[in-house]
């Protein structure tokens, strides 16, 4: 299916500069010795330091403007890049934005993420009392606290818009089936098959909107997600509804099943944004072969996961494998005692 013609239907706003780059990384691939890996380097969107979740805004934020939003509200984690990249986005186009980050204001200064929210005049709601399945009661549409904000923002005149956590609908999942229609035309100038896509899976969003890009365009390429999280639901039925979502959205009859998609629980360690050795090695490695710069959080578990599925052999020398390099690295400016 012409993925192009599908995408140019939606309204949609140019929030960075695209294609973003896809980079071939020599120094990695000989180190590992396995398949011939490219980058694909999301994590060079425009929008305060980039990430994956721009290209969702790039579709969400129409819709938001659509529905007279004056006011953003959202929510993550202290160190949220999909908050950070929201932030940037309504001041970009005049909103204001109150995030509410889940967790207690922090003893000295602000840093990374928090630092840049704060600097672009977010509101800043610290809520420690979020319930640990946030990300499915968001998923859902039942998360009592942003509608309240909504609420109160409704009562003082202004037209406040929520957006759900990660971006996550089959609007946003737009962002990534057109990241897969740039990347297919990259693969093909190349001359190069893609046996794989590897990147992180938290919400989902990302992995369903690759997933939906791989299915429309037809490319035989495996998309394996690396979960950064637990979930009360098993990731891959999740991801699987929010595919069936987007299809549905877009008019499209393609089906998809939770034994479809693959998600690997293996390097989440204790929970979302626990350290892990095999993460930090990961962005250690990422940097010092590449220049990458990952976070212990999202792609630094992605990595981790690419690494040891090559070191046991699941990926192969004949393999040639895509990372999708989500973004993150400003996280890092908040851990600095990781990295000693
Ligand atoms: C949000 C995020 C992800 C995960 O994307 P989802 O669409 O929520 O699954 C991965 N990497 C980084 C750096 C992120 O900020």
Known sequence: ??????????????????????????NLTALLGGPRIYVKR????????GGNKTRKLEFLLPQAAAEGADTVITLGGLQSNWVRQTVAAARKLGMEAVVVLEGEPPKGDLQGNL???????AELRYEPNVPQDVEDLEIQGVFPITGKIAEEYRSKGRHPVLMPLGGATPVGNL????????????????GVKADYVIAATGTGGTQAGIECGLRLSGMDTKMLGISVSYHTRPKEEEVAELCNA?????GCGERFTADQISV?????????????????????????????????????????????LIRKGVLTKEDTVVFFH????????AHPELFR
Request: a negative charge; proline letters at 4%; aromatic letters at 8%.
């Open 264 to 308: 690997n629980y293996d390097y989440i360690g204790a929970g979302y944004g626990a350290v892990t050795d095999t993460a930090l090695e990961a962005v250690s490695m990422a940097a010092r072969t590449e220049g990458l710069i990952l976070c212990h959080t999202y792609a630094g578990k992605a990595f981790a996961g690419m690494v040891d």
């Open 115 to 121: 630092l840049l929210d704060h600097l672009m005049g």
């Open 1 to 26: 299916m012409d993925i192009k013609a599908i995408v140019a239907k939606q309204p949609r706003l140019h929030l960075t500069p695209l294609p973003t780059p896809l980079e071939f990384a020599p």
């Open 246 to 250: 987007t299809m549905d959205f877009l």
């Open 175 to 190: 962002g990534y089936i057109n990241a897969v229609d740039e990347l297919g035309d990259q693969l093909k100038e190349l």
């Open 326 to 333: 989500t973004g993150g690295g400003v996280a890092n400016f």
């Open 42 to 49: 999301d994590d060079l969107t425009a929008l305060a330091f």
